[in-house]
């Protein structure tokens, strides 16, 4: 694929890590239809690019994303049934279906507004990293709609329910400092130090052995709906599968570094990966 031809999304892959950026500054990254039509391809390659190991979402100028673009997305596709089908599935399959289940570890670096519908990849996201100037905001109401495209699911999963009903009711803004306290995303820091601490946590987990990494978020995310039990025999079984498909073989390394070799100190950092330590030995049958 080439990133190059792409208008609505900018790619830039460096050290491991995918920086994808959406690119409509002008609209504060409304998203269109041709948007999400060119972020289902952009994630569907990036997901089996193996010199990609963490994802980066970003936006351009001074807007993350302002949800999405009402005259694009809504009135012009009113009497194209066959276009607006379309565009609600690729805008339903990239914010969450490959979003959300992207099997590498993926960081919302919100530079700036972040209204709507943006709050669905925000959540999708494992990670987000907001600058305290940021502005954040349920709009919905001011415009005679809910909160719907999945926005009312994922706010009342990941907010306290009285902070969901609060903000979507009122439609307040609020900012990145409040957005941390209410835990919609991970830290909140000066807007000058967002991309050295979005860099600095995305280099931190593209040392960590892939396959686990993959194997908790897919775990973490379901276990939330299963019951104790349900969750016990799910993670046994996941556990058993991340050994099986792990090619490095990282729980192996890690117990001969600790207890062989004494050079790995759990709690002081990850142990030292040896991508090939696994290429050629047989698996483990339990």
Known sequence: MNFNELKNVKVRIADGIAWVSLNRPEKRNAMSPDLHFEMVDVLKELAEDTAVRVLVLSGEGDSWCAGQDIKLFFRDLDDKPRERHLARLANHEWRWTLLSSFPKPTIAMVNGYCFGGAFVQLFACDFAIAADEALFGLSEVNWGILPGGLVGKVIVDGLSYR??????????????????????????????????????????????????????????????????????????AKEREMRFLDTERGREQAMTQFLDEKTYRPGYGAYQRNEDAGANQPKESS
Request: a positive charge; zero cysteines; glycine letters at 4%.
């Open 163 to 236: 902070d969901a009903v609060y903000y979507s009711m009122t439609g307040e803004q609020f900012n990145g400092k409040k957005a941390s306290e209410i835990r919609l995303v991970t830290q909140s820091v000066p807007a000058a130090e967002l991309r050295e601490k979005t860099e600095l946590l995305a280099h931190e987990l593209a040392k960590k052995n892939p396959q686990t990494l993959r194997t908790i978020k897919e775990s973490l995310r379901l276990v939330r709906g299963m019951s104790v039990d349900q969750a016990a025999d799910y993670l046994l």
